[in-house]
């Protein structure tokens, strides 16, 4: 299957910082990827899904403004926390889909906690 | 929102087959069932997805109802490393749609 990457695995931040978290299709042009969060024992919540080159959507309840989403190319989008706060503390995982297949191809999550 | 039901979880031995069922009463003709399993603080990892006829590849079979509403996600030969929580989930075979996960299954395989 297709290798979706993310960076970093695990951060910690102060409150009130942002944060910035990437993700990569190693191996494939991703047309769309999509931003899930995982708070534990929990299952994955769809955030947002991003189309290369144009405007995020955003899932129902999740602020457009307190979580920036750019996918300036085929293989990479960034998602960045702005003004994290210790409810923000979550497991951040990223999938990509594109080509010739429709599956979603996830990657490996990160963790972060806010202090 | 989730179209599927499955069990919160089971158990299975080291060495059988591990049959993990999943209903989706409501699948629409053009949906897809996609399986996927996440081991613990790990992403999520495909594992096969069908849309009428049973699917077979390396890491599993899938056996879906002639009615489409049920399936059986079957691993014929489950070892430690099979423990996970695994996700079946419908959604249109569209790139870019969707996937919304429900709580999965919890499998333990059992020395």
């Known amino acids: 299957g297709a290798v979706v990457s993310q960076h970093p695995s695990r951060v910690i931040c102060k409150s009130g910082t942002s944060v910035k978290i990437e993700c990569r299709s190693l191996?494939?042009?991703?047309?769309?990827m999509f931003w899930y969060r995982q708070f534990p024992k929990q299952s994955l919540m769809l955030m947002a899904t991003?189309?290369?080159?144009?405007?995020?959507?955003?899932e129902q309840g999740v602020e457009k403004d307190k979580f920036l989403i750019n996918h300036a190319s085929l293989t990479l989008s960034t998602l960045t926390v702005t003004s994290a706060h210790p409810e923000d503390s979550s497991f951040y995982i990223c999938?990509?889909?594109?080509?010739?297949?429709?599956?979603?191809?996830f990657g490996p999550g990160t963790r972060l906690t806010v202090l | 929102d989730a179209k599927t039901t499955q069990p919160t979880s089971m158990d299975c031995a080291e060495g059988r087959a591990a049959n993990l069922p999943c209903n989706h009463s409501?699948?629409?003709?053009?949906?897809?069932v996609y399986w996927y399993r996440q081991i613990h603080s790990q992403g999520p990892q495909y594992i096969i997805h069908g849309l009428k006829n049973n699917e077979t590849n390396e890491m599993a079979s899938l056996i879906i109802t002639e009615d489409r509403k049920s399936s059986t996600l079957i691993l014929p030969h489950a070892t430690l490393r099979d423990t996970a929580v695994y996700y079946c989930?419908?959604?249109?075979?569209?790139?870019?749609?969707?996937?919304?996960f429900g709580t999965g299954t919890s499998l333990t395989v059992i020395p």
């Open positions: 991003s189309n290369e080159g144009s405007k995020a959507t955003y």
């Open positions: 989930i419908v959604r249109p075979s569209n790139t870019g749609n969707q996937f919304y």
């Open positions: 999938s990509a889909s594109g080509g010739a297949e429709d599956t979603q191809y």
């Open positions: 191996d494939f042009q991703a047309t769309t």
């Open positions: 409501t699948i629409s003709g053009n949906e897809y």
